[in-house]
């Protein structure tokens, strides 16, 4: 959700919960009006609750241009580029003209470009 959505439904949601008291003190209501009330109430208070615990974008746009080299020994792991593991990330990510990798020795991870492991 971006930040001006979030933003909107805080607003409408801050105005049906202001908004709700409004009907029982401008008049005295009825069991009808007192259920509309509670529910615009209870609405209004599970928007803002949710719009709170979204996250915002989390766009990451990771950019990796002529690297140097890299060299993992006895179990090490080298990176020349960009490293995501698991794939984290939402955004893109590009790699060019990354430098050697190389990995010497048993349980040694050399990558050049992207490692998404």
């Known amino acids: ?33 007192m259920a509309g009330a509670s529910i615009q109430a209870a609405v ?14 989390r766009r990451t746009e990771d950019t990796a241009e002529r690297t140097g080299e890299v060299d993992a020994r006895d179990g090490g792991k080298a990176t020349s580029g960009i490293r995501r593991p698991q794939g984290r990330g939402s955004g893109s990510a ?11 020795g048993q349980g040694s991870d050399a990558t050049s470009g992207i490692d998404y492991s």
């Open 1 to 33: 959700m971006t930040q001006g959505w979030k933003i909107t439904i805080i607003v409408l949601a801050a105005a049906g919960i202001a908004s709700t008291p409004l009907i029982w003190l401008l008049s005295s209501p009825d069991a009808g009006q």
């Open 44 to 57: 209004a208070i599970a928007a803002l609750v949710w719009a709170l615990f979204q996250h915002p974008e």
């Open 94 to 104: 590009r790699a060019e003209q990354t430098g050697n990798a190389t990995a010497t």
